[in-house]
């Protein structure tokens, strides 16, 4: 949950900045930031997806 946490602050405050600063593309704003956020969570569960199953690989490891 943290990890997804972050990745969306992480994802939305890079949507402000673009936002702010005039960086986005007049023509479908509203598609681009729904697909930036979407491909955003999809590389926090590919992360937290390989942290899961490094860390039981490292478990089963450990034990006698």
């Known amino acids: 949950l943290t990890i997804f946490i972050g990745v969306a602050s992480v994802g939305v405050g890079w949507e402000a ?5 005039d960086l986005r593309a007049p023509a479908g704003y509203v598609f681009d930031t729904v697909i930036d956020l979407i491909m955003d969570m999809l590389g926090a569960l590919v992360v937290y997806v390989t942290a899961q199953n490094r860390h039981s690989d490292d478990v089963l490891e450990l034990r006698p």
Do not use: P, S
């Open 17 to 21: 900045f673009e936002f702010l600063f």
